[in-house]
């Protein structure tokens, strides 16, 4: 029976995404030799991966020569969003509540944030911040 296809990153794609993330464009053999050093991954699992990050829309293969270049369609913030939204989606019939408090809890945030997350606060308290997004 064929796997559901998922505009989400599994596990193991999320560490090939990291590694594309990290060096911005590099080929599959620059891939395969990191997560074989990292994961002992072979190099059929990683062009597997990379296979399936193009075809989700996380990745853009050019062909040059006779190999690819990977270069990401998604930031790294893009990609974390997309989740962010897919749990917010799910979460607790709607009471994110909860969820975000516990985020807060287990986040290192700087003053910086911190203030940013006032602001977003105060706006959302006085009505001029949708809770859509």
Not at 48 to 77: C, D, E, Q
Not at 78 to 102: E, I, M, R, T
Not at 103 to 125: N, T
Request: proline residues 5%; hydrophobic residues 40%; positive net charge.
């Amino acid at each position: 029976m064929p796997r559901p296809s998922s505009k989400l990153l599994t596990p193991p794609e999320w560490k090939v995404m990291n590694i594309v993330w990290r060096k911005k464009a590099c080929s599959a053999r620059d891939v395969y030799l990191l997560a074989g050093e990292l994961y002992g991954w072979a190099p059929n699992t990683v062009r597997t991966h990379l296979n399936r990050l193009v075809n989700k829309g996380f990745l853009r293969a050019t062909l040059i020569g006779n190999s690819y270049l990977y270069r990401p369609k998604k930031t790294l913030a893009q990609s974390l969003f997309q989740v962010a939204d897919d749990l917010l989606d799910k979460a607790l019939g709607g009471q994110a509540g909860p969820l975000l408090a516990y985020m807060v809890q287990k986040s290192d945030l700087s003053e910086q944030d911190l203030q940013e997350l006032r602001s977003l606060l105060d706006q959302y308290e006085k009505g001029s911040l949708s809770s859509q997004g």
